[in-house]
């Protein structure tokens, strides 16, 4: 891989031992883990931004750098992806090993870009994916999220285009595997603080009665043993006072009661009042 230093322990663990007949198998360790940190938040952004799979470029940076490790991923190079030539006028030199057709590895000496950070170095590359090579600017496009069912498609496309190496795809599925790197491909959720809004304005307990209340206590206390309108209120004006908070009024084919009910009726019962010209009134309980 461009730039990629002779592995030590740490990293051989990290990638594993593999060969063209064997699975790969990528064990995740800490140096990746911080690694995706770095890079996982904004590697979402261009992914989205560009319409790519944000879990693939961040798979091709790990590989591709060592988790950031190599000399060419190193500070002051930034160069995640091995990308040859020059950016900005800047590049640097590092021998690389490439493979053949038929798999043989051997070593060149190449130029490959120079970033002043990780982030133009990922833009770089989401670049690269959607403008394509010189004279085919459409050399990715199968690796783009509109043309693809999923990552798998995207890596597949990749291998033999962007890398020589026979089981680059299947590297870079074991690592989005390792690493749940599917998580990047959405969106970032939004966590916007939600506005306080002023609730409905409450009112003042009322503490003082009207005309109308004070008569109404009188005249259900009044009633309560004896149900009958008092002789100087008209049945209208009982009507009219009564009208929010009866319950009902009927009318009634029964005469005016003859008898006078003398027992005492409970405060939580409803009042029966009989009116002039056949009314009865129904009134709500005493509270």
Excluded: C
């Excluded at 043993?225 to 049945?235: A, C, E, G, I």
């Amino acid at each position: 891989m461009a730039g990629l230093p002779k592995a030590n322990s740490s990293l051989s663990n990290a990638f594993g031992d593999y060969s063209t007949d064997q699975p790969f198998v990528f064990n995740k360790n800490q140096t990746t883990d911080q690694f995706i940190k770095k890079i996982g938040e904004v590697s979402r952004e261009i992914g989205q931004k560009n319409g790519i799979y944000s879990s693939v470029m961040i798979a091709q940076a790990i590989l591709e750098s060592g988790s950031g490790n190599s000399s060419l991923a190193s500070e002051p190079n930034y160069n995640l992806f091995g990308i040859k030539g020059t950016f900005k006028d800047q590049g640097v030199t590092f021998n690389t090993l490439e493979q053949d057709k038929e798999g043989q590895s051997y070593q060149i000496s190449s130029e490959f870009r120079k970033y002043p950070s990780y982030k133009e170095s990922l833009e770089d590359y989401a670049n690269l994916i959607k403008k394509g090579i010189k004279g085919n600017t459409d050399f990715y496009k199968d690796a783009w999220k509109d043309q693809t069912e999923s990552y798998q498609d995207a890596t597949k496309h990749l291998q033999g285009r962007y890398a020589t190496d026979k089981q680059y795809a299947e590297k870079l599925n074991a690592i989005i595997k390792a690493y749940d790197l599917t998580q990047f491909d959405q969106a970032k959720e939004s966590k916007e603080v939600k506005k306080i809004t002023a609730g409905p304005k409450i009112k003042a307990t009322k503490t003082t009665f009207d005309f109308n209340e004070r008569l109404q206590a009188k005249l259900l206390a009044s009633i309560a043993n004896k149900q009958r309108v008092p002789q100087v209120m008209t049945t209208k004006h009982f009507i009219n006072l009564f009208r929010a908070d009866s319950l009902i009024a009927l009318a009634s084919t029964a005469m005016p009661a003859k008898k006078i009910v003398t027992e005492t009726l409970p405060t939580a019962a409803s009042m029966y009042v009989t009116l002039s010209s056949g009314l009865l009134a129904i009134l709500p309980p005493l509270h």
